[in-house]
């Protein structure tokens, strides 16, 4: 069976096991979400889940989401998930999914937007080591270099995916086989072995 919940990330803790070793760990906060549409391969060409999460002020959502959501909720995030015809079978429109399917030792993957850092340079967002710091070198210490073809056909021009300066994180990053380490379903919260990229509050979706 094919687990999944969204959630938002929470903070950094530490997790000691029976042996008193420390694990690194990751709280979030995961679900419940709400079934909002069930797609079917008769109708829509293939089978998933359409799920909404978190909150949001009614004023804020089009017409249209309000016309698709119904009574259903103010739904902050939506999100799909591909399930079999047999999973689907298991769920109908307005279904709370929960924490309840998830266990102390699942591996899961989880997929989340990382740290925007803005425009950089390519010593931190390559990591270039830079130019050399002696014979006359004044102000190029930080600065990439030649950028062209290397003697090349149609030297002269840039390389399409040369290695430059420019925006840097923002990118939706997926960690897998993360350990969950504790399932606490009084509190909605959900604990996985190591670290996640983004910040505070972003939103996580959690697969198993």
Do not use: W
């Amino acid at each position: 069976m094919k687990k999944f919940i969204l959630g938002t990330k929470k903070s950094m803790i530490q997790v000691f096991d029976a042996d008193g070793r420390a694990y690194p760990a990751t709280v979030l906060s995961a679900g419940p979400v709400t079934v909002t549409q069930v797609k079917t391969i008769e109708r829509d060409g293939y089978a998933a889940l359409q799920v909404g999460f978190g909150e949001q002020k009614e004023q804020r959502l089009s017409k249209a989401v309000k016309g698709h959501l119904k009574t259903l909720g103010n739904f902050r995030h939506l999100s799909e998930f591909c399930v079999s015809s047999d999973e689907m079978a298991k769920y109908k429109l307005g279904d709370k999914v929960d924490l309840s399917a998830f266990a102390a030792g699942d591996m899961v993957s989880v997929r989340s937007q990382s740290k925007g850092k803005g425009f950089q340079g390519a010593v931190k967002r390559h990591h270039f080591k830079g130019g050399s710091r002696t014979h006359g070198q004044k102000h190029s210490e930080r600065e990439v270099g030649s950028i062209n073809g290397g003697g090349r056909v149609g030297s002269g021009r840039v390389a399409k995916g040369k290695r430059m300066p420019g925006r840097m994180g923002g990118d939706m990053v997926t960690v897998k086989n993360l350990k969950v380490l504790q399932v606490r379903p009084e509190t909605n919260e959900l604990v996985v072995h190591g670290s996640l990229p983004g910040r505070k509050g972003a939103l996580v979706t959690i697969v198993a």
